[in-house]
């Protein structure tokens, strides 16, 4: 089990593949046992990349040393879940699409906790909406429900500095790998969050972030918990793709209304009228989230 959870940590720091390509390699090889030895026809078979893609794939496949790469990581206190660890997180491995790897630097126990709600909404949130969030969610912070959230401007940032001042707990999840914090401007935020709660990712800690990558890292956000909290989303926005992926996921959706004549508030005026649950405050969510599903 140790070279299957070493190979697959391998693959999943090779440039040029993605969680499809190492799901088609599972397909083909459940062991991961031959992986170094399949020639590269076997490949462009069977992955849906480019000539190029899988020229890059295999270059860092025969020459990035994995060893040397986890005795780095373990100097550096990056923590490692691969999805077939007991600490993985049991809500996430549910989803369709799970990550293969996560990437952490924390306090890997909050990941399993058995109180977890997720809180996303907009980068420039109203002076209300701040108000709305902390009456709906301090309650639930002092009955011990840890707040998942993507450490973004707004009320990301909102939702994790809601958690530690009101000493409970937080889990981040970022785009891009541990050593790139984004925004900067939440790089103590992160830094705090890495001692007392945790900072997760499913890249390895040197990708830069890129756009494609939030999106994507919405799944786990939503992914992570019970139910999802929108506080305040324009018509098109991230914080509705987080929302659609609860919905996707089976989980819970819920949003605070907002005034029907700020435009920051359409999205979660809209998502209430397709049925996410309004919320008037906490107890609207405890009624709805069974805690032994």
């Known amino acids: 089990m140790e070279k ?12 040029g593949i993605g969680w499809k390509s190492i799901f088609r390699i599972l ?23 480019s000539k190029n893609q899988v020229n890059i794939f295999l270059k860092d496949l025969h020459s990035v040393s994995i060893q040397y790469m986890l005795k780095q990581y373990s100097n ?26 996560l990437y952490t630097s924390g306090d890997k126990s909050l990941l399993n906790c058995e109180k977890l ?32 959230s993507g450490l973004a401007r707004g009320i990301d940032t909102m939702a994790h500095r809601l958690a530690i001042d009101h000493n409970g707990k937080t889990i981040a999840v970022i785009a891009g790998g ?56 324009k018509e098109r926005s991230g914080s509705l793709i987080t929302a659609d992926q609860a919905l996707n996921q089976g ?10 004549l700020e435009l920051s508030c359409v999205g979660t005026n809209k998502l209430i009228q397709s049925g996410a649950k309004l919320v008037l405050n906490s107890e ?7 805690l032994f599903s």
């Open 251 to 260: 989980r819970e959706v819920f949003a605070i209304p907002g005034s029907i």
């Open 27 to 49: 397909q083909h090889d459940p062991t991961l046992s031959s992986i170094y030895n399949y020639p590269q026809a076997f490949y462009e078979k069977i992955l849906p990349l």
């Open 178 to 233: 541990l050593q790139y914090i984004y925004p900067l401007e939440n790089k103590d935020l992160a830094t705090t969050i890495t001692h007392n709660h945790i900072l997760i990712s499913e890249y390895p800690p040197f990708t830069k972030p890129e756009k494609w990558q939030f999106p994507m890292r919405n799944r786990i956000i939503s992914g992570l918990t019970q139910g999802t909290l929108v506080v305040e989303a």
């Open 284 to 290: 609207d969510i405890l009624s709805e989230i069974n």
């Open 4 to 15: 299957f959870r070493e190979n697959l940590i391998h693959l999943h720091h090779c440039r």
């Open 76 to 101: 550096n206190n990056v923590g490692i879940i691969t999805i077939i660890d007991q600490e993985y997180p049991r809500l996430l491995k549910q989803i369709y699409d799970p990550p293969w790897v």
């Open 117 to 148: 709600l997720s809180v996303v909404g907009s980068r420039t949130p109203t002076a209300t909406s701040k108000r709305s969030m902390a009456k709906v969610l301090v309650p639930l912070i002092k009955q011990n429900w840890v707040l998942v």
